[in-house]
């Protein structure tokens, strides 16, 4: 499923893989723990 942003509506998209993995690793998620994010849109990284 393809998602094109609109500029009008503001919408950014994260598609980067190595950005991404960045991201995760700063957070430093515990087995178990919760991260929840608000807003994923189509279940991506936002």
Do not use: Y
Request: proline share 11%; net charge positive; no cysteine.
């Amino acid at each position: 499923m393809k998602h094109v942003p609109r500029k009008r509506f503001g919408q950014h998209f994260l598609t980067d893989p190595a950005v991404i993995d960045a991201i995760v690793r700063a957070i430093d998620p515990r087995p178990g723990q919760a991260v929840v994010e608000i807003g994923p849109g189509l279940a991506a990284l936002t």
